[in-house]
């Protein structure tokens, strides 16, 4: 069944050159991730770096600082051999937990993906975002990467998960002793061991592999950052909301209520997806633009190489009887959006009447 079927392709100049149901709200999928990715980038600034510090004082480990996205085994392995002149007297690990509220689910998710990848808790302080290999039974440190490549299933507490893996990193084993805690700013001004994420990577991340749960990390943080309180979803999507009516789009056309674009409450038109992408390039941002991937690359591993010459960046999106693509094309510098919704149509049909779309549209100008 066709369902829905609208597109948006825009010229170099902003106009419109080829539509359909452009003005139509339709379910964005993870096309969301380039609006929620691209105004941290503005707020955050380019050269922004995440900070977790990990600090021991008393016998107690202290973690603190931003959210650790991007922390997989081999690189918690690390900060523990660095720790580990300090393990002898270290007998409980406290997490500051403080920098995002304890709301692990966002609004209109489906609670029926609570145990796939996809949709893990939103949590601070994780490992392999929080996903652990399926069926492998014992594993080790090392075992944690990948996510995105691997058969993996989240864990069921992401905090007890981190401590326990930090704590096998400096003591061998998984047994610890942890709590959660507030800020604390007598351990903070003394410093630790840092490590540090740069939001290009992490954004890098987000649009190359549809990756939700650091969307939905640097969606929340994004109210911390702006507030100076628990990065939260509400005061996060307002934010965006404001920041995208002085861009001079009209919020009565928009609906947002996360990062990632796992609510089906999100609402957005091909034609404002589309003009989105042209105001990034309006702005001189092509840096951002170079971060979505490339045909061949990513969720577009095995999409659209046909058209390489044709220069594309593109964030691919999916849910069920929904498909979408927006991105830009170099060649003729056109900005596009295209959303299928409601269709039952299986989801490699979809993906090729989308593919066909922009095949159509590009090869015709």
């Known amino acids: 069944m066709p369902g829905i079927v609208a597109y948006t392709f825009l010229d170099k100049d902003g106009n ?10 339709l379910t964005p999928a993870s096309n969301l ?3 929620s990715a691209y105004i941290s ?7 922004f770096l995440f900070k977790t510090f990990f600090k021991v004082k008393d016998g107690i480990l202290y973690v603190y600082g931003d959210p650790t996205p991007l922390l997989d085994g081999q690189k918690l392995e690390e900060i523990g051999e660095d720790l580990v002149y300090d393990s ?9 937990t403080s920098v995002l509220d304890s709301k692990f689910y966002g609004k209109g998710w489906s609670m029926d993906n609570n145990n796939f990848p996809y949709q893990t808790k939103i949590s601070p302080f994780s490992v392999n975002e929080g996903c652990v290999p399926l069926n492998k039974g014992p594993f080790d440190l090392h075992d944690l990467n990948d996510v995105h490549n691997r058969l993996t299933i989240p864990v069921k507490n992401q905090s007890g998960f981190f401590a326990r893996c930090l704590w096998k990193s400096i003591k061998g084993n998984y047994k610890v002793s942890y709590g959660l805690d507030t800020k604390n700013s007598e351990i903070e001004e003394q410093g630790g061991i840092a490590f540090t994420q740069s939001i290009k990577d992490l954004i890098k991340h987000i649009e190359t592999y549809s990756c939700n749960f650091s969307a939905e990390i640097l969606t929340k943080y994004l109210s911390h950052f702006v507030y100076n309180k ?3 979803w509400k005061d996060s999507t307002s934010f965006i ?3 995208l009516v002085k861009m001079g789009f009209d919020e009565s056309e928009l609906a947002i209520v996360d990062g990632s674009g796992l609510s089906r409450l999100n609402l957005l038109s091909t034609n404002f997806l589309a003009s989105f992408i ?3 390039l309006q702005n001189g941002d092509n840096e951002f633009i170079d971060l979505l991937p ?3 690359l990513g969720t577009l591993s095995n999409r659209l190489k046909e058209l390489s010459e044709f220069g594309i960046n593109a964030k691919t999106g999916s849910l069920s009887y929904c498909s979408s693509l927006t991105g830009f094309s170099r060649k003729h510098g056109i900005s596009f959006s295209i959303i299928v919704n409601n269709s039952k149509d299986k989801p490699e049909d979809l993906t090729a009447e989308v593919d066909g779309i922009l095949r159509k549209n590009l090869t015709s100008f």
């Not at 419109?16 to 709200?25: A, C, D, G, Q, Y």
């Not at 980038?41 to 050269?47: Q, V």
């Open 230 to 232: 628990m990065g939260n």
């Open 41 to 47: 980038y503005k707020i955050l600034s380019r050269d």
């Open 294 to 296: 490339k045909p061949g």
């Open 88 to 96: 002898t007297n270290i007998n409980k690990i406290i997490l500051d």
């Open 241 to 243: 909301l404001e920041y």
């Open 33 to 35: 991730k380039i609006v």
């Open 278 to 280: 042209y105001k990034i």
């Open 16 to 25: 419109v050159i080829s539509s359909k149901n452009s003005e139509i709200l």
